[in-house]
């Protein structure tokens, strides 16, 4: 059955306003989407009838909050098909979950001499925990070099795999060219050397299913904000006996049992790893984003965004002086281009001033720029809400441009 995108489009009040007099079409969902009503409801319900912190308490809104919040967890858990609550690790983003990662493995795992493995077409905050790491440890990063197409060189990939290789980190979609790497085969052949394998998948559960016993990814990471949940949460997925084995990440509230000067005891799992007051409001706005998600269908979602990358390709590519960086078989949706003697700057800045909305820059990913030799890029990226409609306004824009600055 068709999607009514009307319908959907209906659901997101920022979708319905005008920038610099023109009608907003919204085309930077990788670095954020919009949020529903329902979501933006379930954060005013809770600070408006529930606000109160949870876990302890006694009375009423305490218990109606922890449950709330707890049911996220749960959300989360059948979204993704973990095996148990307590391999739901609820963050402030793909972020710190990566950080959390690196920092308890860097003082109980890695040790001089270890190598860890990234690609070439990582986010910064795929690369950096795990420089950072390898100086306390002493371990080494090994990169994964990054073909023309925007494909990861798997041959380079086995290559670089061996006794020494102690984790394998890598996304599962390039936030900056919109590749979807082969992680159902990277996976195991880590885990054949002994690895762990940590996927960052901030820009994968909001277009795909994503089911983490069928990967087998000891760690999988995402992000609420660009599921069309709220910012300032995130999730860590992590295989039950690999977190009990980890220290703690942060010390304070809530991940302990028993505290005296002498010593203290840690929390079980999940709790081990949440000190502090979390974000609330954060997790219940999760949880009404996956309950999006699920009656939209995210086969459904992943079918619309697939036909608006194709016909936002065939419109681009008619155009002429244009150079799609990252053109793997196998895309996410989103175009990553650059115009032949254009700034993506200047292209950015006047597609802002006929209302759309794009994303300039190096993304997150200076490696890739560089690897690409060039300074940034123009990236569209295109969410369920998204219309072939607004395609046609950006590429409108897109004329405009050239005729400019061309």
Same mark, same amino acid.
């Given at each position: 059955?068709?999607?009514?995108?009307?319908?959907?489009r209906?659901?997101?009040?920022?979708?319905?306003?005008e920038?610099?007099?023109?009608p907003?079409?919204y085309?930077?969902n990788?670095? &954020?989407?919009?949020k529903p009503?329902?979501?933006? @409801?379930?954060?005013t319900?809770? $600070?408006s009838?529930?606000?109160?912190?949870i876990?302890?308490?006694?009375?009423?809104l305490?218990?109606?909050a922890? @449950?709330? $919040?707890e049911a996220?967890?749960?959300?989360?858990?059948r979204?993704?098909? *973990?095996g148990?609550i307590?391999?739901?690790?609820?963050?402030r983003?793909t972020t710190?979950?990566?950080?959390?990662?690196?920092?308890?493995?860097?003082?109980?795992?890695? /040790?001089t001499g270890?190598e860890?493995?990234?690609?070439?077409?990582?986010?910064?905050?795929?690369?950096?925990p795990?420089?950072m790491?390898?100086?306390?440890?002493g +371990?080494?990063?090994k990169v994964?070099p990054?073909?023309d197409? !925007?494909?990861l060189?798997?041959?380079?990939?086995r290559?670089?795999l061996?006794?020494? &290789?102690?984790?394998?980190?890598?996304?599962?979609?390039?936030?900056?060219? !919109? &590749?979807?790497?082969?992680?159902e085969?990277?996976?195991?052949? +880590?885990? +054949?050397?002994?690895?762990?394998?940590?996927?960052?998948?901030?820009?994968?559960?909001?277009?795909?299913k994503?089911?983490?016993?069928?990967?087998?990814a000891d760690?999988?990471?995402?992000?609420?904000?660009?599921?069309?949940?709220?910012?300032?949460?995130?999730?860590?997925?992590g295989k039950?006996?690999?977190?009990?084995?980890?220290?703690?990440?942060?010390? =304070?509230?809530e991940?302990?049992?028993?505290?005296?000067?002498?010593?203290?005891?840690?929390?079980?799992l999940?709790?081990k790893?949440?000190?502090?007051?979390?974000?609330? *409001?954060?997790?219940?706005?999760l949880?009404? +984003?996956?309950?999006?998600?699920?009656?939209?269908?995210?086969?459904?979602?992943?079918?619309q965004e697939a036909?608006l990358?194709? $016909?936002?390709?065939? /419109?681009?590519?008619?155009i002429g002086?244009?150079?799609?960086?990252?053109? *793997?078989?196998?895309?996410a949706?989103?175009?990553?281009f650059?115009?032949?003697?254009?700034h993506?700057? @200047?292209? !950015?800045?006047?597609?802002?001033?006929? =209302?759309?909305?794009?994303?300039?820059?190096?993304?997150?990913?200076?490696p890739?720029?560089?690897r690409?030799?060039?300074?940034g &890029?123009?990236?569209?990226?295109? *969410?369920?809400?998204?219309?072939?409609e607004?395609i046609?306004?950006f590429?409108a824009?897109?004329?405009?441009v050239?005729?400019m600055?061309?």
């Amino acid at each position: 059955m068709a999607l009514d995108i009307q319908n959907i489009r209906a659901q997101f009040p920022a979708l319905h306003q005008e920038v610099n007099g023109r009608p907003l079409v919204y085309f930077d969902n990788g670095a &954020t989407s919009q949020k529903p009503q329902m979501v933006i @409801d379930a954060i005013t319900h809770y $600070y408006s009838k529930e606000n109160s912190n949870i876990h302890r308490g006694v009375h009423f809104l305490s218990q109606q909050a922890t @449950d709330k $919040y707890e049911a996220a967890r749960e959300a989360v858990r059948r979204f993704i098909n *973990a095996g148990s609550i307590e391999e739901i690790i609820i963050t402030r983003g793909t972020t710190e979950a990566i950080n959390l990662v690196s920092s308890c493995l860097a003082r109980s795992l890695f /040790k001089t001499g270890d190598e860890i493995i990234i690609s070439a077409i990582e986010h910064h905050s795929n690369i950096v925990p795990w420089q950072m790491a390898c100086e306390q440890s002493g +371990a080494v990063l090994k990169v994964i070099p990054v073909l023309d197409s !925007g494909e990861l060189d798997m041959d380079a990939y086995r290559d670089l795999l061996n006794e020494k &290789t102690k984790l394998v980190a890598v996304n599962h979609i390039s936030n900056a060219l !919109g &590749t979807i790497n082969p992680i159902e085969e990277m996976i195991p052949l +880590a885990h +054949a050397k002994g690895a762990l394998v940590l996927i960052d998948g901030a820009q994968a559960v909001p277009h795909a299913k994503v089911d983490v016993q069928a990967l087998n990814a000891d760690f999988y990471c995402f992000s609420a904000h660009k599921m069309y949940g709220p910012t300032g949460v995130g999730i860590l997925y992590g295989k039950k006996d690999i977190l009990e084995k980890m220290p703690p990440y942060h010390g =304070g509230g809530e991940m302990i049992k028993e505290v005296k000067f002498e010593g203290s005891t840690y929390n079980d799992l999940p709790f081990k790893f949440e000190g502090g007051t979390p974000n609330i *409001a954060g997790g219940i706005g999760l949880e009404a +984003a996956i309950r999006f998600m699920e009656e939209v269908g995210v086969e459904n979602i992943a079918k619309q965004e697939a036909d608006l990358l194709a $016909y936002a390709t065939e /419109k681009l590519k008619a155009i002429g002086g244009i150079r799609f960086i990252g053109e *793997a078989k196998n895309k996410a949706g989103l175009v990553s281009f650059i115009m032949e003697g254009i700034h993506p700057y @200047d292209a !950015g800045s006047t597609l802002d001033k006929l =209302g759309v909305a794009i994303r300039t820059g190096h993304h997150c990913a200076q490696p890739v720029m560089d690897r690409f030799g060039i300074p940034g &890029t123009m990236r569209a990226s295109f *969410a369920v809400y998204n219309t072939k409609e607004e395609i046609d306004v950006f590429i409108a824009g897109v004329e405009r441009v050239k005729l400019m600055f061309g």
